[in-house]
């Protein structure tokens, strides 16, 4: 990500049955997945 505006990069889904966090750093080569039932 060389022209990217932040450092840290955050997504969250939330449904009745799960939670899904997605965080990826300026520096990462790929996005860094959680998943919560």
């Known amino acids: 990500m060389k022209d ?5 990069y955050i997504a ?3 449904s ?3 939670m ?3 965080r990826m750093t300026k520096k990462s080569n790929k996005i860094a997945i959680m ?3």
């Open 20 to 22: 899904a966090i997605a």
């Open 4 to 8: 990217s505006i932040y450092d840290h």
């Open 16 to 18: 009745i049955k799960n």
């Open 12 to 14: 969250i889904d939330w």
């Open 35 to 37: 998943d919560v039932p």
